[in-house]
């Protein structure tokens, strides 16, 4: 399974940026979805999850309400709608896939990682 990351760039403290997932070289729809970050010295954390159906998601505490993970299966793609973004989210925002779990939550349980799309908040 091979994934990328797409969507990232450079916006405003305030503003929205929409991420996307290709995912390609497996059964999309039997994999559950995830999306983490990283930003420059620090380790990378756990932002969103979807199940591999979609009817389940999960947030970090400190994104609920401000992004929203979603997934379409006929297209192979996920997404992770980011709105009111600050400037300590500046990181290199990444996806995932787990074949195994319904909604993981944890960096060590995802077989399959995309390379990353970097994405800058200005103040």
């Known amino acids: 399974v091979q994934l990328q990351a797409s969507g990232g760039g450079l916006v405003q403290a305030g503003g929205s940026l929409r991420l996307s997932c290709a995912v390609s070289?497996?059964?999309?729809?039997?994999?559950?979805l995830g999306w983490f970050r990283q930003a420059p010295g620090k380790e990378r954390e756990f932002v969103a999850a979807?199940?591999?159906?979609?009817?389940?998601?999960y947030y970090a505490d400190s994104v609920k309400g401000r992004f929203t993970i979603s997934r379409d299966n006929a297209k192979n793609t996920g997404y992770l709608q980011m709105n009111s973004l600050k400037p300590e989210e500046t990181a290199v925002y990444y996806c995932?896939?787990?074949?195994?779990?319904?909604?993981?939550?944890?960096?060590?349980?995802?077989?399959?990682w995309g390379r990353g799309t970097q994405v800058t908040v200005s103040s």
């Open positions: 070289g497996g059964t999309f729809t039997t994999h559950a």
């Open positions: 979807i199940s591999y159906n979609g009817d389940s998601t």
């Open positions: 995932a896939a787990d074949r195994l779990r319904h909604l993981p939550t944890l960096r060590a349980l995802y077989q399959y």
